[in-house]
């Protein structure tokens, strides 16, 4: 077993695994300081991972992909951590965060809608302007003064992150479209997608906290819905919209 500590979302964990794996992956958030908290995984958490991603695969109807016990333990990892955070109004969310002026705009969407590819755009228009905070899974914290949203190891498989934190101003749901368009939506509109998006935990307290962090996410960031064609248009669009 290895253990290290890190620093990430503001709040120290120790992780204690068993493949080396885990700690590469989380080597830029390193940190001396003393743990607020601690996770281990174990072989059933490999195991569990595993059965997972299974399941899924089998209702997406795909041949059944095979993970390396390394891999599976960094999801596992991450897992028990985003578990962790919701004690300290802290949620793990599906999205890709790109911060401009160091202001953070989240582009949400379904599996598959162009989340990363969206984002890419910005950078692509606004140079170094834009900085990528995370490209898969940033956890929200949420307070009473806004919500700030951390970059994480888990930046999704080309690693697109950093290890800063910035106020979230908007959450944004893309959409196909065959033209740029974009238009504030209410939290009603835009609830079921942030519960889709929203790690949900099996614990019911853990649940129902989760969902009240959901209702204050939804009533602290403005949201959005972007319909775009994928067209560096659709960064400046987007951008003009929400800012």
């Given at each position: 077993m290895i253990t290290r500590n890190y620093k990430i979302a503001n709040k120290v964990?120790?992780?204690t695994s068993i493949h080396a794996e885990v700690h590469k992956y989380c080597a830029d958030y390193l940190t001396d300081d003393q743990a607020d908290y601690s996770v281990t995984t174990t072989q059933a958490d490999i195991d569990f991972?595993?059965?997972?991603?299974?399941r899924e695969d089998e209702i997406e109807g795909i041949p059944i992909r095979h993970f390396s016990d390394s891999y599976l333990e960094e999801l596992a990892v991450y897992r028990k951590i985003a578990e962790q955070m919701i004690s300290y109004d802290t949620i793990l969310f599906h999205g890709s965060v790109v911060a401009v002026d160091d202001v953070g705009y989240l582009f949400t969407a379904k599996s598959g809608t162009g989340k990363s590819t969206h984002t890419r755009l910005w950078r692509e228009y606004f140079?170094?302007?834009?900085v990528m905070v995370n490209d898969d899974k940033p956890l929200l914290k949420i307070t009473d003064s806004g919500v700030i949203v951390y970059g994480t190891p888990y930046n999704g498989k080309h690693r697109l992150g950093s290890n800063i934190s910035v106020p979230l101003k908007a959450i944004c749901i893309l959409t196909r479209d065959t033209d740029n368009h974009i238009e504030p939506i209410t939290r009603n509109q835009a609830y079921t997608m942030l519960l889709q998006q929203v790690y949900r935990p099996a614990d019911m307290l853990k649940m129902a906290k989760t969902l009240e962090l959901v209702d204050r996410l939804a009533d602290s960031v403005k949201l959005y819905r972007l319909g775009c064609n994928m067209d560096i248009s659709?960064?400046?669009i987007a951008y003009e919209g929400m800012k």
């Open positions: 964990v120790e992780v991972e595993r059965e997972k991603s299974a140079g170094d302007w834009a659709a960064a400046k």
